[in-house]
């Protein structure tokens, strides 16, 4: 049950090709935004689909497979740990960020 404490688990689309980045030696980051759906009926009965944005982030080997196989849309189910953190801004306002540091990638959806 420890590992239930902060696990994430999203199925969605992204919505643009992910940004890759090479740190030190050869270590790689991959970040992406994921669209996800929930889709319920309203006190009319009208169906309503709403869209959530996720920030995502994926380090080492995943990122490289993240960098050669995902594009813009691609259907993926992650799971990951949720995180957060700050920062103080050019204007010095502190601003909070938060994402999820995915450690599994599957790729649906049809091959391109």
Do not use: Q
Request: overall charge positive; aromatic content about 8%.
């Amino acid at each position: 049950m420890s590992n239930l404490k902060n696990n994430v688990r999203l199925m969605g689309n992204l919505g643009a090709a992910p940004e890759i980045k090479t740190i030190a030696e050869n270590k790689k980051l991959a970040k992406f935004s994921m669209a996800t759906n929930e889709t319920y009926k309203n006190e009319k009965g009208e169906k309503v689909t709403e869209t959530y944005w996720h920030n995502i982030v994926v380090w080492g080997k995943l990122a490289g497979i993240a960098e050669k196989y995902l594009n813009k849309g691609s259907e993926v189910a992650i799971e990951g740990k949720l995180t957060n953190r700050s920062y103080t801004d050019k204007e010095g306002i502190k601003r909070y960020h938060t994402e999820i540091v995915a450690n599994e990638i599957l790729m649906l959806g049809s091959k391109s």
